[in-house]
């Protein structure tokens, strides 16, 4: 999504083709006129079956659109003016992939800042080139296939590590004007403006355009890296870095400046004011802590001096932020209570203060503001019963602000209206001394007059530091459970986030303790609160830490009828020795399971410990690419229900990471997943 002033709105739409499974993205616009109660229809802006544009950026002089496009084959920086949609136009034809585009002005010409990933040796006039000679000469390696590897990674996410980093580069560009069209095209090498450092930027495998910004004069750019050596599994050190352009002698950047030097916790997410006086980004505190209350920090770009406004009143982690374009507020998204909601910070511009936090949208799930100046801000939402859609909302500090749907008329109108959606209900309840929140959705065809039992679908997040909030997805949707005709209950145990860092830290060192008493207690008040549960027809569903629950909970209890197992943890120290981060589990377990001094917590909450007691059948689900939780896992938990005779199925997906992305394979996950509950359970789905 992006405004642009002479253009308005632009963003991208996605369409699946169910038929030959092909996906297409292709780029919208729209007129909104700021407090109007309504928008004028979008018009297709681009479009080629199969190819993707994507990630639009207004140009400088607000007349030309940039974005990402697939077409050539390759990932190129495209241009299209808005009011002439035949002007598409390829700018980059680079050997190698490119990505995360931005584009400036200073007071030579235009210019694109992008990343792609080098061979870090690669430090010569064409390191794109040089990389794509390194390629060549290991794919002429025939048959020899071998990969040395003297440090960790050795794979991440779902990718085994290749030796390559993402860089930023600056490429200037020239602009001509024919008369009827505007002609761009690149000027000159592009600059390896990282050029030398062995570390990644953005971090993979999720760091995208976020991770680094370009003052809007052109002259600073500032970014988030990761070192590349042996200590970075294990470690959450992501540092600050600034770089100057030089726009006399564009092939000679400075040598990046360390700014994030006062800690050794994780610091990412720049971004310039719009006056380019301060560069703010996020930092933690604790390192090895990649869960730590993420807080706003200042740079004057004057002066270099620090500025840490007090937000220890703000008890939330800061998601995103964008800057007001006067300079004055900065606008935040953060889980908060079971929505991912926004807030309005406002800034002394002179200082650095942070004067005050408000809520501004404390519901649904909200993300990707973008401020329109003296007008309001544009942003994504969605809700249990909303697909995304864009929306206007006029100035936040108005007593009497103007919220409505900018996209939702025109984009899936009617798609709701295709499914047994039931209303969302935000609960809360006491385990312990603890107040525990949970989403409880009726199960479609629910009717208090009807004297039926219905069964009963518990859903554990993962994390275990993540949250269930108002939002849609089409992964793990509790809406799919109730219209199978399941009463749902999402908790968000001690762990969760939204509720504060305390709550959050409070499953360090306790990965079966509360959460589990705080599930279980879940389970109980909700089947006191609504006698027509039945609480013999009971299935817990978890995903990630979700699935290490679920073991868990089988290894505890007998009062489920079933359980699914979604790329879980079976053997928690097992998983240690062949993840990737590691770092996470030595912070969840106090330090490594090789050391004595925490070996006690490693054993108290390893599943494997337990298997001989987990007794109730489950669907174990795990894709072959999950690097973060490798599928041994899944196949441990599966043998160890096959040897005991338990009745037991294992869902396998050679091609999907940790989540499943492929259209049609999510439509067998579902398939699998309620089939597997109705069996179970005896169900029988609503008509």
């Keep these: 999504m992006y405004w642009a002033p002479s253009v308005d709105l632009v963003y991208s739409v996605t369409y699946w083709n169910e038929t030959d499974n092909v996906k297409t993205t292709n780029l919208q616009k729209m007129t909104y006129r700021p407090g109007a109660p309504y928008a004028n229809p979008p018009t297709p802006l681009t479009y080629e079956y199969g190819k ?11 007349d030309m659109i940039g974005f990402m496009s697939s077409r050539s084959g390759s990932s190129q920086f495209w241009v299209v003016a808005p009011s002439i949609p035949s002007s598409i136009q390829q700018v980059t034809t680079y050997p190698v992939d490119i990505d995360n585009v931005k584009w400036r002005r200073d007071n030579v010409s235009d210019f694109i800042t992008f990343t792609a990933r080098i061979y870090p040796d690669c430090t010569g006039r064409d ?87 370009v003052c809007a004069a052109g002259i600073l750019v500032a970014f988030t890296a990761e070192t590349v050596d042996r200590t970075m599994a294990w470690s959450t050190g992501w540092k600050m870095y600034t770089v100057r352009l030089n726009a006399q002698q564009w092939d000679q950047p400075t040598t990046p400046r360390l700014i994030s030097g006062f800690t050794n916790a994780r610091t990412q997410n720049p971004a310039f004011s719009p006056a380019g006086t301060w560069l703010s980004f996020l930092a933690m505190d604790r390192p090895g802590d990649e869960s730590d209350r993420l807080h706003l920090v200042l740079y004057n770009v004057n002066n270099r001096q620090l500025v840490v406004p007090d937000t220890s009143s703000f008890d939330r982690s800061i998601a995103g932020y964008a800057w007001a374009q006067d300079g004055n507020s900065i606008v935040i998204d953060t889980d908060s209570q079971g929505y991912h909601a926004l807030f ?72 709701m209206t295709k499914f047994n959606l039931s209303a969302p209900q ?222 037991s199925r294992l869902l396998y997906f050679p091609l999907e990471n940790h989540w499943v992305l492929n259209s049609n394979n999510a439509i067998m996950w579902n398939d699998e997943v309620l089939g597997w509950l109705d069996r179970r359970t005896t169900n029988t789905p609503p008509k």
């Design 127 to 213: 390191p794109l080139g040089c990389t794509v000679a390194k390629d060549a000469a290991l794919k002429a390696r025939g048959p020899n296939t071998g990969f040395v590897y003297d440090s960790l990674y050795v794979r991440h996410w779902d990718k085994w590590v290749d030796g390559k980093v993402s860089h930023i580069f600056a490429q200037r560009i020239k602009v001509i004007n024919t008369g009827n069209l505007l002609l761009v095209a690149p000027v000159g090498p592009a600059v390896d403006i990282m050029k030398g450092m062995n570390a990644n930027s953005p971090v993979p495998p999720f760091g995208g355009a976020e991770q680094y910004d």
């Design 52 to 62: 993707s544009d994507s990630a639009p950026i207004v140009s400088p002089s607000g």
């Design 426 to 647: 935000w609960i809360s309840y006491r385990s312990e001394n603890r107040s525990i929140q949970a989403w409880f959705l009726r199960p479609y065809g629910w009717e208090i007059t009807v004297s039926r039992k219905w069964p009963l679908a518990v859903l554990i997040h993962g994390g275990p530091e993540g949250a269930w909030n108002d939002g849609f997805s089409f992964r793990w949707n509790p809406q799919l459970w109730a219209a199978r005709g399941y009463a749902v209950i999402a908790i968000n145990p001690t762990g969760s986030t939204g509720f504060g860092q305390a709550f959050t830290d409070a499953v360090r060192g306790d990965w079966g303790g509360a959460p589990y008493r705080d599930i279980m207690n879940g389970v109980e008040y909700i089947l006191s609160q609504n006698p027509w549960i039945d609480g013999e027809r009971a299935c817990a569903c978890g995903g990630s830490y979700g699935g290490y629950m679920v073991n868990w909970i089988n290894s505890q209890s007998n009062f489920f009828k079933c359980f699914v197992n979604h790329d879980g943890t079976f053997s928690v120290s097992g998983k240690y020795y062949s993840t990737d981060e590691i770092f996470f589990q030595e912070w969840e377990f106090y330090g490594p399971p090789f050391d004595p001094a925490v070996q006690n917590i490693w054993n108290k909450w390893n599943p494997a410990n337990y298997a001989g007691s987990m007794n109730t059948p489950m669907l174990v689900i795990h894709g072959g690419l999950d690097y973060r939780v490798p599928i041994t896992e899944g196949i441990s938990t599966f043998t160890n229900l096959q040897r005991r005779g338990v009745p």
């Design 344 to 415: 309005s910070a406002s800034i002394n511009a002179q200082t650095g203060a942070v004067t005050g936090i408000t809520a501004v949208v404390d519901s649904g799930t909200n993300s990707g503001q973008q401020n329109v100046a003296g007008k309001g801000w544009f942003f994504l939402r969605h809700t249990m019963t909303e697909v995304t859609s864009i929306q206007w909302h006029n100035e936040f500090d108005n007593v009497s602000p103007v919220q409505i749907s900018v996209t939702g008329q025109f984009e899936n109108p009617d798609l």
